[in-house]
């Protein structure tokens, strides 16, 4: 009987507090993150899975202009999630213009992340690396797997750019709320961390 | 991690100590490298310090050590699995390898 029920006296609208203490769309970012980790983890594990069963398996990179390139690229990834940070800390405190600035600061390192990462690929592009050509004459797999694993990571980085330029606007302009900007974040910082996994796996594991 | 509500959040001053301590990582795995370490100690290396850097952006970047506890044990060791599963995969690869001149 509908009247014996605590649930049901309420009425519809009743709603009990989230086990975890976040908002919904905090919670779903993560849910989303772990997925999303899970996609990359799939990936990497089949690049591996091609590395260890290809005996002639090309290790094209060098220091110059790769890895330092790479180096760099970490840098400025990992300098973004700082400003994430500062933006979601102006967020909490109020502060809109300045969180919308580093929210801004977090999209141009994003942009700069996307540019030194195109020139590389062109550079290899140039070099006639393709998805479905080794110049070097080993297994064709190198490619493939590089233009992939990375392609996939850039299109989250471009993304990621999209998503902090409304974020910012919208915030500053007062349409959304502190936890959009920490949701954000979330999704910033996971990107970030794919690359710490994509970098060495992918570049420093190919180093001649 | 708190069993209540979520904890005061770090300060910049402490998110700026560990952008600087994960950059050091990533310096060591570059002097790894480029260190002639034999392929696999490499690897193992490589992922140990991947993990290392991973987690602590996820407890501290994501304020996975500030939320409930029971949004780190309902998240993590999901993940953990699915990607531990993975796993059955290497003996096929050697197999491949051996079939191989």
Not at chain 1, 15 to 34: C, D, H, N, R, T
Not at chain 2, 62 to 74: A, C, G, N, P, Q
Request: with cysteine; charged share 10%; proline share 5%.
């Amino acid at each position: 009987m509908s009247g014996s029920n605590p649930a049901m006296a309420l009425g519809h609208h009743a709603a009990e507090e989230s086990p975890y203490g976040i908002q919904s769309k905090k919670l779903v970012m993560w849910l989303f993150i772990i997925a999303d980790a899970a996609t990359f983890g799939a990936i990497l594990f089949g690049y591996g899975y091609l590395r260890v069963g290809s005996p002639d398996w090309t290790r094209p990179f060098h220091f110059s202009p790769t890895i330092l390139n790479g180096m760099v690229m970490t840098f400025v990834l990992l300098t973004s999630s700082l400003t994430m940070l500062a933006a979601v800390a102006a967020a909490q405190a109020g502060q809109r213009a300045t969180s919308a600035r580093w929210i801004f600061a977090t999209a141009g390192l994003g942009v700069l992340f996307a540019t030194l990462h195109l020139r590389e690929w062109f550079g290899l592009i140039a070099d006639h690396w393709s998805p479905s050509n080794n110049p070097m004459g080993g297994s064709p797999l190198v490619g493939a797997s590089f233009f992939s694993i990375t392609g996939l990571h850039l299109l989250h980085v471009l993304c990621g750019v999209v998503a902090l330029v409304v974020v910012a606007l919208k915030y500053r302009g007062g349409r959304l709320e502190p936890g959009h900007v920490e949701t954000t974040g979330l999704y910033w910082h996971f990107v970030d961390l794919v690359w710490m996994f994509v970098f060495p796996l992918v570049y420093l594991m190919n180093v001649s | 991690m708190t069993h209540g509500a979520p904890a005061q959040q770090p300060g910049m001053r402490l998110y700026i100590a560990i952008w600087v301590g994960l950059l050091a990582i990533v310096g060591v795995e570059v002097a790894l490298t480029f260190a002639q370490l034999p392929t696999n100690t490499l690897l193992a290396a490589l992922l140990s310090l991947a993990v290392l850097e991973a987690g602590i952006g996820v407890m501290y970047f994501m304020h996975l050590k500030y939320e409930r506890r029971v949004l780190f044990w309902s998240l993590i060791p999901t993940l953990v699995f699915v990607l531990v599963m993975m796993n059955h995969l290497w003996p096929d690869a050697h197999r491949l390898l051996r079939m191989k001149p």
